[in-house]
Structures are given as C-alpha cells and as structure tokens.
C-alpha cells in the first residue's frame, strides 16, 4: 500500500465551479500534510500546509484533514483558468514541512473557460 | 526571497555520456537540498538527501554510483548521471532548506526542474 494516494484525475470542471482534491494516506504517524501545485514542466510551489486534524483556509483555498478517515482535501472556490495544474498532496518524514516529502500521484486539473 | 535555481532547464545527450545538474540557493544558505525524478505523470520521487559537507542519503534503489550528488557549499549542489541511458530520461528536481533559524521550517524551496532526455 502507498503511503499517500491520490485520485489522478484528469478533473475538468467549468470556471467558477468549486474544485474538491482528495488524498488518502496510510500512516497514523503523519502530522503534517501540504499542497503543492506544479504547472507544466515546472517545479512545485507550496501551495497550503495544515498541522493535525481541521481546517485551514487561504483566499480562495481551503485545506482540510481529517485523521479519523486518513483524508485530506483540498477545496478550490471560483476556479479560475489560472488554477489549471497538477496538484500534489504531500507528508513529510518527520514534524516539519521541511524534511523529506512523499507526495501523492498528483491530480491534473484543467479549468474551462 | 527563497528562490531556487537549477541549470541547464533541458538537457539532450547521448547514451553513455555523463550529465551534470546544478540546484542553487539563490538568497538563502542552503543546509540540506532534496533531489526528487518525476517521471511523465508520475509524481515525485525523492532520490537522495544531501547535506553540505557530508555525503548525500539515498534512497532504497537509487544507485548511488549512478546518480553522484555532491553539495560542496551552503548554495550549490550538482547532481551527475553517470553513463546516462535512455531509462534515466525524466525530469529532476532539486529542492532546498535553509539553516534553522533563516528560513521557515515549514516549507522546502523547490526549483524549477531539468528535463533530461538520453538518446
């Protein structure tokens, strides 16, 4: 079993529409989960992060996680064009954002104008 | 700030041949740099940990005398495919964290990546 599992996608949704990105993860140890978005042929840019269990919202994103379940989602409002990308749910080996990541499959998202 | 450079952006070369990837810190010490491959809708895998002025950690099934890191100062890391293969084409990535107390810890810079393609 992956340590962290996410849908693929591809996911096309109209502008506007709100965007829901799922991941699952396997360990109970993990405490720390991140977003990343990578755009094509570029490197990941953190997006959110969120410490434990809860919330956390930013703009028009909103990361939740829910340990209970193992699942973590990130929510998109107003999509626009410009969100189109990969997004990758990530964890790191240890309690900071800064240690060595796994990071999920990546979803591909493609927002239509 | 926090800004992470990697040089060549692509690279062709042919079998057999050796390449060089540079991943720099730009504006920051970089104490540890991370080297992940993605390959073609894949996510990333890290391969080694690198830290300045010790030798890098790899990860399980990365050949470490295929794939050279040496990380010489507190910017700059390189990473050298050795005998280069067309399996080895794929994009690397470099990541960076800098010294406690200069950067936050709860992130890691990323770099834009070099796709490396071998004939």
């Known amino acids: 079993q992956k340590e962290v599992e996410q849908d693929p996608g591809p996911l096309s949704v109209p502008e506007g529409a709100i965007v829901s990105l799922n991941c699952t993860y396997s360990?109970?140890?993990?405490?720390?989960f991140m977003w990343y978005r990578q755009y094509s042929r570029k490197g990941p840019e953190l997006l959110m992060y969120?410490?434990?269990?809860g919330n956390k919202e930013d703009g028009r994103f909103t990361a939740q996680v829910d340990k209970s379940s193992k699942y973590i989602s990130l929510f998109i409002r107003d999509s626009q064009p410009s969100d189109s990308a990969t997004y990758l749910c990530?964890?790191?080996?240890?309690?900071?954002?800064?240690?060595?990541?796994?990071f999920g499959t990546g979803t591909r998202l493609t927002i239509i104008p | 700030g926090a800004v992470v450079s990697q040089h060549p952006s692509r690279v062709i070369c042919k079998s057999g041949t050796s390449v060089k990837i540079e991943c720099r810190s730009l504006d920051f010490q970089a104490t540890t740099m991370f080297w992940y491959r993605q390959f073609p809708k894949q996510s990333l895998m890290l391969m080694a940990t690198?830290?300045?002025?010790?030798?890098?950690?790899?990860e399980q099934g990365v050949e470490k005398d295929k794939f050279l890191i040496n990380h010489a100062s507190l910017t700059l890391s390189t990473l050298t495919v050795t005998s280069a293969h067309p399996e080895d084409s794929s994009f690397y990535i470099c990541s960076a964290r800098g010294a406690w107390g200069t950067t936050s810890t709860d992130t890691q810079y990323f770099g834009p990546g070099t796709r490396l393609t071998v004939l």
């Open positions: 969120t410490y434990s269990s």
């Open positions: 360990n109970s140890a993990f405490q720390y």
């Open positions: 690198s830290n300045e002025g010790s030798k890098a950690t790899y």
């Open positions: 990530a964890t790191p080996k240890g309690y900071f954002g800064n240690e060595k990541l796994t």
